[in-house]
T-cell receptor, first 114, second 110 residues
Framework: GAVVSQHPSWVICKSGTSVKIECRSLDFQATTMFWYRQFPKQSLMLMATSNEGSKATYEQGVEKDKFLINHASLTLSTLTVTSAHPEDSSFYIC??????????FGPGTRLLVL | AQRVTQPEKLLSVFKGAPVELKCNYSYSGSPELFWYVQYSRQRLQLLLRHISRESIKGFTADLNKGETSFHLKKPFAQEEDSAMYYCALTRRPGRRALTFGSGTRLQVQP
């Protein structure tokens, strides 16, 4: 099956710094990728839809200036958490898929903001 | 707006016992329903989808539009089935972003 990778797998940063998370589709091209956020013992919540070559579509309540998404190529989407604060600490997961097929999930990135 | 409800946070059964993980949804259109599974320290992976009408690892799920349910069933649980199970839906046709339920942890005891 298709493989989606994320980097880094975990990151610890100081409050006020920015953190970039990469999501790559390793063996297929993805015109659309999705970014989810998962709090401890909670479900995955869709944050935004990343569209190759155009602006991301954000879900209601997600600050687009806080969570910058760039989908510069068909195999790479990046999520940048700008001026991170402790409340941004979470597990961030991306997914990608070919056209109308099943979504494949990355392993997730655990962010801890001190 | 669409919503997925999994009423049980934890389901504990003994090996060989039947399993039913409940999932109800609300959506005014015609959604596509999925079950995803997450084994310990592994990524989320698709278990099955309603349009496939297939059985994976002995699990089946039938979409009941009247009851708006998509319960996951297995007649005889195995220890290796222990995992976190998420029910999810996506609007069809078109948008493939998933709306997830809160998940049910299945523990199969020896």
């Amino acid at each position: 099956g298709a493989v989606v990778s994320q980097h880094p797998s975990w990151v610890i940063c100081k409050s006020g710094t920015s953190v970039k998370i990469e999501c790559r589709s390793l063996d297929f091209q993805a015109t659309t990728m999705f970014w989810y956020r998962q709090f401890p013992k909670q479900s995955l919540m869709l944050m935004a839809t990343s569209n190759e070559g155009s602006k991301a579509t954000y879900e209601q309540g997600v600050e687009k200036d806080k969570f910058l998404i760039n989908h510069a190529s068909l195999t790479l989407s990046t999520l940048t958490v700008t001026s991170a604060h402790p409340e941004d600490s979470s597990f961030y997961i991306c997914s990608a898929g070919r056209l109308e097929e099943t979504q494949y999930f990355g392993p997730g990135t655990r962010l801890l903001v001190l | 707006a669409q919503r997925v409800t999994q009423p049980e946070k934890l389901l504990s059964v003994f090996k060989g016992a039947p399993v039913e993980l409940k999932c109800n949804y609300s959506y005014s259109g015609s959604p596509e329903l999925f079950w995803y599974v997450q084994y310990s320290r592994q990524r989320l992976q698709l278990l099955l989808r309603h349009i496939s009408r297939e059985s994976i690892k002995g699990f089946t799920a039938d979409l009941n539009k009247g009851e708006t349910s998509f319960h996951l069933k297995k007649p005889f649980a195995q220890e290796e089935d222990s995992a976190m199970y998420y029910c999810a839906l996506t609007r069809r046709p078109g948008r493939r972003a998933l709306t997830f339920g809160s998940g049910t942890r299945l523990q199969v005891q020896p």
